[in-house]
């Protein structure tokens, strides 16, 4: 029997056949395949092996109730019965316990088919978008600060004008009873006053004056 044939071919297949696999297991997004009717791993890229933080030989042949809790593995497994009684590629957000703690990876699943339409295997492509979601939290946060900060500014504002009024007002009296006195006394006692004392008499009234401008401003 001669096989060099067969070799040839199995030659030439070999080619494309790494230059996939090299494609599959250096893409950053997580990848694995389901068989379709037991719904079993048959291929995890090295992206899902750091996210799981388990080796492919612990995961091929294995389905999810074999390696997530069981609220987790029935998420999943009703999600990928969807899709292939759909057919239709669908998306979800999913939330996976870790070795690294809990993740939420966004996923991608549809339906790989045999040349007669039947189905093959289940793909998954999934993204880890934990920091994405807790960025949107924080902004959320962030929002919710500042929305109950914009609902208390105006109270704030009032309690402020409130204040200024009433500062300005108390502040008032004693300035006109300052300014008041000493223009009297310039006028009853301004001849008796030497230089210095009618300078010490413009200080006063000028300083009154300046007060009750910081008043008007405030």
């Given amino acids: 029997f001669d ?9 030439k297949l070999e080619g494309p056949l790494a230059f996939l696999d090299a494609i599959i297991e250096n893409i950053p997004s997580m990848l694995f395949v389901k068989d379709a009717a037991t719904l079993r791993y048959v291929r995890i890229n090295r992206s899902n092996e750091r996210l799981l933080g388990i080796s492919r030989d612990n995961v091929i042949g294995k ?26 590629m669908m998306t979800t957000e999913e939330s996976l316990s870790t070795p690294k703690g809990r993740r939420v990876q966004y ?18 492509i999934t993204d880890d978008i934990t920091a994405q979601k807790a960025a949107e939290e924080a902004i959320r946060a962030l929002n919710a600060n500042l929305e109950a900060r914009a609902e208390q500014l105006p109270t704030a ?6 204040f200024s009024y009433s500062v300005s007002h108390d ?17 009853d006692y301004g ?8 300078l010490l008499l413009k200080v006063i009234r ?12 405030l």
């Fill in 191 to 198: 001849a008796g006053l030497d230089e210095e004392g009618r």
């Fill in 63 to 88: 389905n999810d109730f074999e390696l997530f809790p069981k609220e987790q593995a029935e998420s999943f497994i009703d999600m990928d019965r969807k899709v292939l009684a759909s057919g239709e």
């Fill in 3 to 11: 096989v060099s044939a067969l070799r040839a071919a199995r030659t």
């Fill in 107 to 124: 996923a991608r699943k549809l339906v790989v088919r045999d040349a007669s339409g039947n189905p093959l295997y289940l793909l998954g």
């Fill in 171 to 187: 502040l008032r009296a004693p300035l006109r009873a300052i300014a008041g006195f000493s223009r009297i006394f310039e006028e």
């Fill in 157 to 162: 504002n009032k309690e402020l004008e409130s």
């Fill in 206 to 217: 000028d300083n009154s004056h300046r007060m009750g401008m910081l008043i008007d401003d």
